[in-house]
């Protein structure tokens, strides 16, 4: 199944980074630059990447927020939210997209399903190819990976991929970004 590790699951992500369409990813990007404020959200491992790209967008010297935690503040018209989502089913993050919607935020999803609810709510969707056990039989990849593995290692090298591009275009260095890097560890 599994015979060489690491190096059947990036061959595998070299598939699907294949089918990826890097203009729907400048468009994230370019709504990045133009929001106020940048919120994040995502459950589960999903949740655990959003988070992840929070905090670069942070080192950048943005203004973001991952939603449910305290210190975040009320979204508004001029602000981005981002959804991580496989499915793009989560009842939670369908809640919150609606209510960006309605408040005029620009909403983003990452997912393998954009035709699913958040997708087609999203002003912009990052389509991913991938699998999980919430839509079994619904797409045409199959993961030698478990649960949603490879739709999460992607989203993850995406998510990279774009603050590479945002450190461009913001003309920041890792040196400016490490200033920000937490230091109450």
Known sequence: MNKNGVLDIIKELEKSALLLNQEEQMLVVDEIIKADKVFLAGVGRTGFVMKAFSNRLMHLGLKVYFVGEPTTPAISKNDLLVIGS???????????????????????????????????????????????????????????????????????????????????????????????HANLE
């Open 86 to 180: 496989g499915s793009g089913k989560t009842e939670s993050l369908i809640y919150m997209c609606k209510k960006a919607k309605d408040i005029g935020a620009t909403v983003s999803t990452i997912t393998i399903f954009p035709n699913a609810p958040i997708g087609t709510m999203s002003d912009i969707v990052v389509s991913i190819v991938g699998s999980t056990p919430k839509n079994e039989n619904n797409t045409s990849f199959i993961s030698f990976q478990p649960m949603g593995n490879a739709f999460e290692q992607m989203t993850w090298l995406v998510c990279d991929n774009m603050i590479s591009i945002l450190m461009d275009i913001l003309d920041k260095n890792v040196d400016e970004m490490f200033q920000l």
